[in-house]
């Protein structure tokens, strides 16, 4: 691999993840001039995962369980010699506090925890969105934080 190309894969079901994944891949490529693809779980497939330097993976929560077709990209690929970012999408993600600390231990570090051969370089938990009817219920979604993290992936990336 003699390219430093970026994917990120999400799988997103009220779109918090969708729009995390966006603003990282925004800042990727505007302050780091980094080849980013974006690649939604739900609808695409990945093309040619061997291309790929840098992988950031993430996806929304449901009944404290992260989405399965994250789970499922976390297992079926082969990450050794990737550098390997982790985010999750939860409404206790977006609760500063005990509940954002809870967020990190159970959506994120125990999903990684079941992967010990992925190369994680960073991981982090994010918040979210419930929206019902077009009503929103919970919305603590701060893309700052977003772009924040992938002010330190670029340097990691880089
Ligand atoms: C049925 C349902 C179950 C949920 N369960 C949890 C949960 O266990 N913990 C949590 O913090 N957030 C929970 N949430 C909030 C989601 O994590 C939030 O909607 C998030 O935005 C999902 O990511 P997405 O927008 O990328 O789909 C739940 C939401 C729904 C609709």
Redesign the pocket.
């Known amino acids: 691999m003699d390219n430093n190309k970026t994917l990120i894969a999400?799988?997103?079901?009220?779109?918090?993840?969708?729009e995390?994944a966006r603003r990282i891949a925004e800042v990727l490529r505007a302050k780091f001039e980094l080849e980013v693809d974006l690649v939604d779980l739900n609808t695409q497939k990945v093309q040619d995962f061997a291309q790929y330097r840098n992988v950031v993976v993430g996806?929304?929560?449901?009944?404290?369980?992260v989405?399965s077709k994250v789970t499922e990209f976390l297992k079926e690929n082969d990450f050794a010699a990737k550098r390997v970012a982790f985010f999750a999408?939860?409404?206790?993600?977006g609760t500063p506090g005990e509940?954002y600390d809870s967020?990190k231990k159970r959506?994120v570090e125990n999903t990684l925890a079941k992967y010990p051969h992925i190369p994680v370089v960073s991981k982090e938990a994010f918040?979210?969105?419930?929206v019902?009817f077009k009503k929103r219920m919970?919305d603590n979604?701060d893309l700052s934080r977003a772009e924040a993290w992938a002010m330190e992936l670029g340097k990691l990336f880089t």
């Open positions: 999400y799988e997103t079901k009220q779109g918090a993840s969708e995390t996806g929304g929560v449901r009944m404290g369980r989405y999408s939860s409404a206790w993600g509940y967020a959506f918040g979210g969105k419930i019902y919970v979604l």
